[in-house]
């Protein structure tokens, strides 16, 4: 750390261990597959293996099979089972097709559900599965995102008429007056390829009914959005649902969802009255569950010869598979106020068009919208700087907002409350050996080496804590941005947090307990916190897009102030004093002046239990709620650094050395922040190197198991340098800025910018993600033939 | 169906299985043994890795019949009870923050342990190489590494356990 120093007094900042690691270190844990009940069914969903297609289903054969209880398809359910959610209309014209939770005449992707069989085990469930009949009368499949929108091409539904959901294009001409000023115009296309989250826990549900009510067990990041949802599409009543998200093990996204899974396992549980459970494999997971990207880039940006950047456009198709999810218009729109990303020009255009193909559907994906955003604006810099013969950090120093300029409306409206590109991306620079790399990577140049070294860079910021909730309404957004917590402070001064913010692996054990550990001068040790149950937290919205500590974290504080305002009131009445003369340090209320009249809040917390001596008409409790509605996003940023070695001669890339320096403002738990960011740069690695969702042209998914999808192993990787400067949020109480997706959006273009900078002087210019060996080889086989004059490394830059 | 008698984490029991079953789903199902997960089915994630006879197997590559008269030994038992001592392969887990949502951690952990047994001074590759059976999604493996070279060194040492 650079800026700040670490609070030495508190537990506050500190790396402290993680309290969640002991249960899961030693296997003691509660994943929901590893609940077991008397008289549990098991759940087998038959998926279509065809990727559009006519339906007719026949299920008698499958329920005499044995060991199966029931077997059911869409008729069995009728109306019952409601239809799947989409929470965002983006554009007033936007088209909305029903999907029903189980294929009622027609499928429209290779994985929808069709029926579901309920057997004694799990084994006798997919084995009653090969015995459905069904009569798939093959309908044309639209895969090419492209190809969709063209006149006269089939219809992925054909109630809607178009293959487009909605096309949305900002207002004014802002780009093409910048464009007028220009003298350089730049244009690159860019494919985000589809990507696949592929948590390590694959999803799981259970289902326990009661005479009239039922709980939900479920692998999901949501429960308290969960819960709303399956009320609304199902109609069981809200209060009637409890929904528990037990051990969680990873989401990134995929498990933001109310799915087909969970709504059947709902209805099936409630006809049978016994208690259900589903469990998907991996191949079923690769097929079904939400994928991510998946995106068309062009992109045009304009500026000066000295590289003062003008404007810039984007023109954007997004493949959004064959139904809308949760989140799946939006995705795009996430992204659309973050390609100006830190720079400063006069003119932008967003313009985006949105498809249905017959694809498993895509939604939020680590970052959504955001990475792909960064992606364009970082790789369209390198691009400038390598054409105008710049240095890339130098002309991004040119561009971006300086320190003292914040806060910062952007081209596109955001308000960037507070950063430093400055200081972090010097202190990348520092770590890096910018400059020796710089002159190694131009001695192989000139000598021809074989193995050439780029260097990638990437100056990065992303929005996190989608909020405040009016501005989601006036976005037409289905949901608030607000977060809650409550605090309850037992008789003997142990505190338990309830938070609304769902954790699956962010450590909010830990982070939640150092917040209320510093706030109330509690013992670390004597803070439990309480998550992911409707039962014991009733409200909440749950955790996704960075918002935990920025929304959720913020709440826990502004509930632990009440209860110190509580507090301080029975420390006034038993001192004997003004609220006013008490200060509040270190756990304890002392008299201004005289240090001796002090009381402990264990004190009052006791004192306020027994309540035989508390002020007048006080209500005899500490305990506190908050909601906490945020007043605007907050803005993380950082530089990542990468240098990677190329070997020209067989297209094969080794990350060299990986430098990220991380903005995140004030940090809770360093320990954790440097994991997410570990993580998350692995993660865009994958989609920079490994990992691609590949369709064949029939629709079906190619890249189906984890032989054929690539998420890498230790052996792809390598260890990573991290540091952090801190530039407080100053928009929420914690000063904390969300540090989830930083490193998935930031490494990325970094390490794609390297790949391309190390084959530039063959007159490279793109190398489509992900950047196999295959594809490296590829392009600079064919650059070779194509600029025969270049022939060599030391050939000049395009 | 088909009779096996396994030890697992140092219990014996005979019971009746069918055929295919799993060596995971015996584990997990039959023997209650809930700590190994399954995160995949061609044998490529190792979440679902133990020690069959002392080698480290992914559980879900072997039924259960083939388990027969073997000794399994599962993450719970590598620390037998809760309060007994943590093996320095979990231990150094928790010290340098070798997990996160934790799916893939009793796997990566039995793997680590194998692969200390055989190798108890790896270098870094040679530990990135011997853990690559093993998939994490959460921690970039970067921290899981350092976890290894702890345990390594606290093993090293003559440590064979630590107090939890
Ligand atoms: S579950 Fe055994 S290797 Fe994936
Ligand atoms: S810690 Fe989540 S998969 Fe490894």
């Known amino acids: 750390m650079t800026t700040t120093e670490a609070k030495s007094d508190t537990v506050f900042g500190q790396p402290l261990r993680r309290k969640e690691d002991a249960h899961l270190i030693t296997g003691r844990t509660r994943w929901t597959d590893n609940i077991q009940l008397p008289g549990m069914l098991h759940l087998a969903f038959l998926r279509s293996p065809i990727a559009h297609a006519k339906i007719t289903v026949d299920t008698a054969a499958a329920a005499s099979y044995p060991g199966v209880v029931a077997v059911y398809s869409a008729a069995d359910f009728g109306a019952e089972m409601g239809f799947m959610a989409d929470a965002w209309t983006c554009h007033p014209d936007m088209k909305k097709p029903l999907n029903p939770p189980l294929a009622t005449d027609e499928v429209r992707y290779v994985g929808e559900p069709i029926a579901v069989v309920v057997a004694e085990s799990r084994y006798a469930a997919n084995d009653a599965l090969e015995a459905i009949s069904v009569d798939y009368d093959a309908l044309p499949a639209v895969i090419d995102v492209e190809a969709a929108l063209a006149d006269g091409t089939p219809l992925v539904h054909d109630a809607l008429g178009t293959n487009q959901c909605y096309h949305l294009l900002s207002p004014g001409d802002s780009y093409e007056a910048a464009k007028a000023k220009a003298d350089v115009v ?343 916190v309480l998550a992911g149950d409707t039962a014991s937290s009733p409200q909440g919205l749950d955790t996704y897009g960075s918002r935990s500590l920025v929304v959720g974290g913020s709440a826990v504080v502004k509930a632990c102030d009440k209860v110190i305002a509580k507090a301080r009131r029975v420390a006034a009445h038993t001192l004997e004093c003004d609220e006013d003369d008490l200060e509040f340090a270190n756990g304890a209320f002392t008299v201004k002046g005289s240090p001796g009249s002090k009381m402990l809040i264990q004190e009052c917390a006791f004192a306020t239990h027994l309540a035989h001596n508390i002020p007048d008409g006080m209500e005899p409790s500490l305990n506190s709620t908050y909601t906490y509605d945020p007043i605007n996003l907050s803005y993380p940023h950082g530089t990542h650094l990468c240098a990677v070695e190329v070997d020209t001669e067989t297209g094969f890339s080794k990350i060299r050395k990986y430098v990220a320096v991380d903005d995140v403002g004030v940090v809770v738990n360093p320990l954790i922040v440097e994991g997410q960011v570990h993580g998350g740069i692995a993660q865009g690695i994958g989609q920079a190197m490994f990992e691609e969702g590949l369709y064949d042209e029939d629709g079906n998914l190619t890249t189906g198991t984890f032989v054929d999808y690539l998420i890498p192993s230790a052996a792809d990787l390598p260890s990573y340098i991290t540091d952090r400067t801190e530039t407080p949020s100053t928009d929420n109480p914690i000063g904390a800025k969300g540090v989830g997706e930083a490193g998935c959006i930031a490494s990325t273009p970094a390490v794609v910018n390297a790949i391309v900078d190390a084959v530039r002087p063959f007159g490279i210019t793109d190398i489509p993600m992900p950047c196999t060996p295959e594809r490296v080889w590829r392009a600079v086989s064919e650059a070779k033939k194509a600029h025969p004059h270049h022939g060599s490394a030391h050939g000049g830059a395009a | 169906m088909a009779k096996i008698t396994v030890k697992v984490d140092g219990v014996s029991r005979s019971d009746e299985v069918e055929p295919r079953l799993l060596l995971v789903h015996y584990l997990r199902d039959v023997r209650g043994r809930v700590g190994t997960v399954v995160g995949c089915d061609t044998s490529n994630c190792g979440a679902c890795t133990v020690l069959l006879d002392g080698q480290s197997v992914k559980s879900c590559s072997v039924l259960a019949v083939q388990a027969d008269g073997s000794d399994v030994l599962t993450i719970e038992g590598l620390a037998s009870t809760v309060d007994s001592e943590l093996h320095p392969v979990q231990e150094a887990f928790r010290e340098c923050h070798g997990l996160q949502c934790g799916y893939c951690t009793p796997g990566m952990i039995m793997a680590s342990v194998d692969l200390l047994n055989n190798n108890p001074n790896p270098s870094e590759q040679e530990i990135r190489e011997g853990i690559e059976g093993n998939l994490c999604r959460c921690t970039g493996y970067h921290n899981i590494v350092r976890a290894v070279q702890t345990a390594a060194a606290t093993m090293a040492n003559g440590s064979v356990g630590v107090t939890a």
């Open chain 1, 186 to 528: 730049l244009k690159r296309r860019f494919r985000q390829q589809r990507l696949i989250p592929a948590a390590m826990e694959p999803r799981a549900v259970v289902v326990v009914p009661t005479v009239d009510d039922f709980t939900m067990y479920s692998s999901t990041q949501i429960p308290h959005v969960l819960r709303v949802l399956l009320a609304l599409i199902t109609g069981v009543s809200e209060s009637k649902m409890r929904v528990v998200a037990p051990d969680v093990g990873g989401g990134f996204g995929s498990k933001i969802a109310c799915s087909a899974e969970e709504i059947i396992s709902l209805l099936v549980a409630k006809r049978l009255a016994l208690p259900v459970k589903w469990n998907e494999s991996r191949s079923e997971s690769m097929q079904t569950v939400h994928h991510g990207r998946d995106q068309i880039q062009e992109i045009e940006i304009a500026a000066k010869s000295d590289g003062t950047l003008l404007g810039m456009k984007v023109d954007l198709i997004a493949d959004l598979g064959a139904y809308l999810r949760l989140f799946t218009a939006g995705v795009p729109l996430f992204g659309a106020a973050m390609f100006n990303a830190i720079y400063k020009m006069e003119g932008y255009q967003f313009n985006c068009q949105t498809v249905f193909t017959n694809k498993c559907p895509t939604d939020a994906y680590r970052g959504a919208g955001r990475p792909e955003a960064t992606f364009g604006a970082e790789r369209m810099m390198d691009e400038l700087a390598a054409h105008l013969g710049m240095d890339p950090l130098e002309l991004r120093e040119k561009n971006w907002i300086k320190h003292e300029e914040f806060p910062f409306t952007t081209i596109s409206g955001s308000v960037y409350d507070s950063g430093n590109y400055e200081a972090a991306t010097a202190r990348s620079k520092e770590l890096f050996g910018y400059d020796e790399l710089r002159a190694e990577q131009q001695r192989r140049r000139e000598s021809n080496d074989p193995v050439q070294l780029g260097i990638g860079v990437s100056t990065f910021t992303e929005a996190c804590g989608l909020a405040p909730s009016r501005a989601l309404g006036q976005l037409n957004v289905s949901a608030g941005g607000w977060e809650r917590a409550e605090i309850r402070v037992t008789i003997t001064g142990k505190i338990q947090v309830i938070t609304g913010s769902t954790p699956h692996g962010q450590g909010h054990l830990t982070a939640w307990s150092q917040l209320v550990s510093d706030k109330l001068g509690v013992p670390f040790e004597d803070i439990d």
